[in-house]
């Protein structure tokens, strides 16, 4: 309680930093630490330059932005770095692998979503378990406009067009982001309209439902109108035009000549969605994080809190929640509509339970209502799901087609059953992360800290030096 | 004076049971208030119809010459009516700033979350200002300097019950209800939350009004009390006129028992 009045406001906020952020901020403060991370990311850059299928190394480039956000440093310099990395780094050594621009445009994905459902569930705290079926809203919109499918509507499933246009030009992608997010809105406001006077289990379970729903009915409306072609899926879908300069003039010659491996219009468009979901992502980080820090955050934190207190103060309940849902779902809804461009193929099959559960794995693993914390957990179980597990089951049958023998237990690798794929057993390493962040951090890798309100101690009108001394009698007394 | 607050037969049932029972009470602008009663007698159910918590079966709520009664609770609030709770409600993973921030939802200009998203000059300058009257309230309801970060739930209990007045004023209402605003509190605190209580009204012109056990707190601060007993009024008056009243010792204190003065 007593604030020594000599302290300097500077000192005492470094030392906050440094209790507060443990270990690697530690180690990385000081002139040292920036030149640290860079030397790191160059050396990473470099390693990966020349092995451009290393597993560990791509790891550890990802783990470069971690480093930079661990920094105690300006925000401008982490930005910067972060910037550089991103904008920079990962596009030059995706020239040589592609697979890493691949991963880089997953992440970006799952992180928006996961993003989305942080504002459902972590910030207003209403448990949503079908908050896929928004991802779907999106990226069946496209897919249904975007593809030759409405020529098909009357026709049954798996008929092939007679027509060779498509109903709508490609740059059409473009308003239907706008749509697509206006669309996944209107989802949530119609999923949250019901489920108002739901909470906890009850909201689960119908929102449970709500997903399943969406599901079997892109699985479904096949007939009597072929809506969605039903399991089989729709495809192809537009990707939106690009210049051709970027497609096949002096760029894409360019970097064939840097990399030394012919840039086609895939790789070019590899980069596009790159970049489009790393702008997107970037834009929902903003959008959440400015808006936790509003009039809007605080009720929707006050509603997650004690909602009867809320309502109280005033809080009006009902729009409230529906602004949660429909600004959740509308992240995800333009990012429905980038992900099916880029797949340029949407199925049922992408928008499963298990696909809302592992969104909601990324928010609980990373850390509920953190936003940096819900971007690393989305990273790290999508590198976990589309790179790790991977290119362990592909190492494991080679390993299997030689001649080597298992160590310890003498059995040929040939002799390993295939059940004992790593990529066969995503669910059960999430299960077990899972497990293990409950028992031993159940708050998250990134905890949520309600963020401290910049208290400027020489200008706080709690604290004028005149009276200080007379309010804290009063407190001693009053308490 | 005008009344600021009026009760017209409010019944209030939960299934069979009659929990407020054609309840009359008239509240004067300015006044410090109480309604009294032992326990289960009905008191937060009047408290919680009058702020739209439950809507009564029968009766009529006016509030500043306007009938209220089935207007949701945040309505009720918009108008210029805040409330405590009995057991202390803060949003205790919130700091003690933005409990009070929280409070003055209803009177914060920013409606769309696009001013946020945007960081506009209005949005800046309307949070700032929210923020300096939440300075000032929590200065005001004489809460040591400097908690204003420190989560609600880290605060012992007399500040806890400080910051939820303090939450309560950002609301700037013209009448305060206080649920047992001094429950679990010690002679000081009892004493200090008094003060505080006089203040709001001496300073702020704000009416309050009160439920109360403790009748040396009722006592020593209504101007007027109400004193209800299974759901029923059984008495008002001014405090030394409801301390004399046989219906009241019998119901307070249980029959044969007498009140000495002092």
């Given amino acids: ?479 | 004076m005008a009344p600021i607050l009026e009760l017209h037969k409010i019944t209030k049932r939960f299934g069979g049971l009659v929990a407020v029972s054609g309840v009359e009470i008239s509240l004067d602008k300015g006044r410090i208030a109480s309604i009294i009663g032992p326990n289960g007698a009905g008191k937060t159910t009047i408290f919680n119809s009058i702020t739209g918590v439950y809507k009564p079966e029968e009766g009529t709520v006016v509030f500043d010459g306007h009938p209220i009664t089935g207007m949701r609770p945040d309505q009720i609030t918009a108008m210029g009516m805040c409330r405590t709770f009995q057991n202390i409600r803060l949003f205790q993973n919130m700091s003690v700033m933005e409990n009070v921030m929280v409070g003055a939802h209803t009177r914060t200009t920013q409606s769309t979350g696009i001013g946020a998203v945007l960081r506009t000059k209005a949005f800046r300058e309307a949070e700032e200002a929210v923020r300096l009257k939440a300075k000032q309230l929590l200065r005001f309801v004489d809460l040591p300097l400097g908690l204003g970060d420190q989560l609600a739930r880290n605060l012992p209990y007399g500040q806890q019950r400080r910051i939820e007045i303090a939450r309560a004023l950002a609301a700037e209402p013209k009448l305060i209800l206080l649920d047992e605003p001094t429950a679990g509190m010690n002679p000081q605190e009892t004493e200090a939350a008094i003060r505080l209580f006089r203040r709001l009204r001496d300073e702020m012109g704000i009416t309050v009004l009160l439920i109360e056990h403790d009748m040396k707190v009722v006592m020593g601060i209504s101007e007027w009390v109400s004193v209800i007993d299974y759901g029923q009024k059984i008495a008002e008056g001014t405090p030394a006129e409801v301390r004399k009243n046989q219906r009241v010792i019998e119901a307070y204190l249980g029959r044969h028992a007498t009140v000495h003065e002092g």
């Fill in chain 1, 1 to 479: 309680m007593s604030e020594q009045p000599g302290k300097s406001s500077g000192s005492k906020s470094t030392k906050r930093d440094l209790s507060d952020e443990g270990l690697i901020t530690r180690l990385l403060a000081g002139p040292l630490g920036p030149i640290f991370v860079i030397g790191y990311l160059a050396v990473v850059t470099f390693l990966l330059y020349r092995e451009p299928r290393a597993l560990l190394l791509r790891f550890l480039l990802f783990a470069g932005l971690l480093l930079i956000y661990y920094m105690p440093h300006k925000a401008w310099l982490k930005l910067l770095l972060a910037g550089v990395t991103v904008v920079a780094i990962i596009p030059a050594v995706g020239l040589k692998n592609p697979f890493l621009l691949e991963i880089g445009f997953q992440v970006a994905t799952f992180a928006t979503l996961a993003l989305g459902l942080n504002i459902v569930v972590g910030f207003a705290g209403l448990l949503d378990l079908g908050y896929v079926a928004f991802f779907a809203v999106g990226a069946y919109l496209w897919a249904i406009f975007g593809s030759q499918q409405l020529w098909q509507l009357h026709s049954s499933p798996g008929t092939a067009t007679v027509y060779n246009v498509f109903p709508l030009g490609a740059w059409w992608f473009w308003p239907f982001l706008i749509f697509g997010i206006t669309a996944a809105a209107g989802a949530g406001m119609l999923l949250g309209t019901p489920v108002l006077r739901l909470r906890g289990d009850y909201l689960a379970i119908v929102t449970l439902g709500f997903g399943e729903v969406i599901r079997v009915l892109a699985n479904n409306l096949d007939k009597p109108i072929n809506l969605t072609n039903g399991p089989q899926g729709i495809t192809p879908i537009q990707r939106p035009p690009l210049p051709d300069f970027i497609l096949h003039g002096a760029l894409p010659n360019w970097l064939s000549q840097v990399s030394g491996r012919t840039i086609g219009e895939g790789d070019m468009y590899a980069f596009f969605f790159y970049f489009l979901a790393v702008v997107w992502l970037v834009f929902t980080i903003a959008f959440a994080g400015r808006l936790e820090n509003s009039r809007l955050g605080r009720s929707w934190t006050a509603i997650r809190e004690d909602d009867v207190a809320a309502v109280a103060m005033g809080v009006p309940l009902r729009r409230t929640k529906l602004t949660a849902f429909a600004i959740g779902a509308a992240f995800s809804g333009a990012m429905g509509v980038i992900y099916a461009a880029n797949r340029t193929f949407v199925s049922p099959e992408t928008f499963s339970l298990t696909q809302s559960i592992s969104v909601l794995v990324m928010v609980i693993l990373g850390g509920l209502g953190s936003i940096p914390g819900v971007v690393l957990g989305a990273a790290i179980v999508t590198m976990l799901n589309i790179d790790v597990l991977q290119t362990l089951s592909l190492q494991l049958s080679s390993l299997r087609q030689g001649t080597g023998m298992i160590p310890l237990i003498g059995v040929p690798w040939a002799e390993l059953p295939t059940q004992l794929d790593p990529a066969r057993y995503q669910r059960l390493v999430f299960g077990l992360l899972l497990i293990i962040m409950m028992i031993f951090r159940p708050e998250g890798i990134i905890p949520s800290r309600r963020r401290k309100l910049e208290l400027h101690e020489d200008d706080d009108p709690l604290a004028p030096p005149a009276d200080s001394e007379n309010v804290l009698i009063t407190s001693t007394g009053g308490d």
